[in-house]
């Protein structure tokens, strides 16, 4: 009886060693999680650390909301530049269609904050069938990017060419042919590329900018240098036309379409995982299921949302120009790259590239009396928006600081395009004839659905039940601005 006491005891003991964890350690509690866990997507369960099947549904539909949205705002150039290619596909083919606003833009063409005094001049070049040649003309200041608005090179006043003109080779991605003399040439990291040039006008006349550019333009592939084919001048000013991107589901599609056409070292590994996360990938269709479908386009409303928050209501201090007031930089950071101590500023990239086009080191620049600079205002001292049924004043201190000349232009919050209203040119500037400037040099403009009275040269149209914003131009930008000894006054409203 005894012997079998002892082999009980025995078994007992053999048995709680092996529960007690010869190996057992003391396990910190932040690595690990409890079997219920309240959080935003709502009740998260677990048994010993293993997800239910409730919480693997909720985890894995935040994630991909998640990578959604952050694939809307990283992906913003790209789908910037789909929609601009489209835009400029509709008046001809590649390489050989230009599209130039021989009048000035106005309202009725949908752009990211065109202005209203320069004579924009664009095409879509692509490099899929070889190189591609630009003529670039004189006294013209432009720019190639590529698919991302990644910065290729300018042309004109800040190119190699010093505004003088000269011929531009452009080689597509893994090019090792021959390349010819006589050229400046460049290397896109993508077959589609953007080219913009901006002419100037003559004393208030489009007409000698418009006619120098057509005179000397030329884009041809590099296999027809021998015998170029005619260059196709198409005036789109007056046009009603499409250049914005959605933002809606479609802004996906128009991201595959990029990844499709373009190879994959053409961006960095990240964003390109990002996007396959969502099934966005080089050589695959995109074909999102019926749930995938529904996370990406809530995705789209939020990414939107938040673009538009970024813009509109910044948080960031440095987007704020001056220590006080509502006025911002349209450019944050000093970096056309949007980097800062090797950091990239995300909100400054995305606020950009929701509201504006156009990529070079100029933008950095700053340098008085060359270039230009651009303010922002869209919110009043309240941080409340512009309505376009009240009337608002604006003054410009003495002296604005503009080598060449300044102009005020306003937009629509939703397009972020000129603001549309009775008016051909929603601005008012120092090219302007009839600006009224007080005896000390500065100025006083008025927005609002009507002018008041006497003050018709100094004013620009708003409309009732549309917001607005407005950008300020400084053409030739000098010391007061960048030293902020000169600062505008706030917009304020009309009692």
Known sequence: MNKVVIAALALVCASSGAFAQKYKTEIPPAITTPDSLETRLGTLKFTDGFPDDATVQKVYDNLDFQ??????????????????RRGIRGFGADNQTVLIFETLADPRSLFLTANTESIYVTAWIDLKSGPVVIESPPDTLGLVDDFWFGYVTDLGNAGPDKGKGG???FLPPGYSGPVPEGYYVFKSRTYGNWFITRGFQVNGDPKPGAENIKAHLRIYPLAQAGNP???????VSG???????STDFSYFEDVNQVIQDEPNTSMDPETLGLLASIGIEHGKPFAPD???KKILTEAAAVGSATARTLTYRSRLKDAYTYPTGAWQSAFIGGSYEFLH????????????????????????????GAGSAYLFVAADTNKQPFDGGKTYKLHLPPNIPAKNFWSLVLYDY???????????FPSVGSQKA??????DTSVDVYFGPKPPPGKENNWVQTWPGKGWWVILRLYGPQQAFFDKSWKPGEVEEVR
């Open 67 to 84: 990578r959604g949205v952050q694939a809307f705002l990283t992906a913003l150039p790209a789908a910037s530049l789909a929609a601009m």
């Open 167 to 169: 011929k531009f080779l």
């Open 229 to 235: 084919p005619a260059t196709t001048f198409v005036n």
């Open 239 to 245: 046009k009603a036309f499409n250049t914005i991107g």
């Open 290 to 292: 019926e749930r995938m």
């Open 341 to 368: 101590d090797g950091v990239r500023l995300l909100d400054a990239r995305s606020f950009f590239f929701f509201a504006a086009t156009g990529i070079t080191p100029a933008m950095a620049l700053q340098i008085p």
């Open 414 to 424: 939703q397009t972020r395009s000129m603001l549309q209203t009775d008016q051909q």
């Open 434 to 439: 009839g600006i009224a400037v007080n005896s």
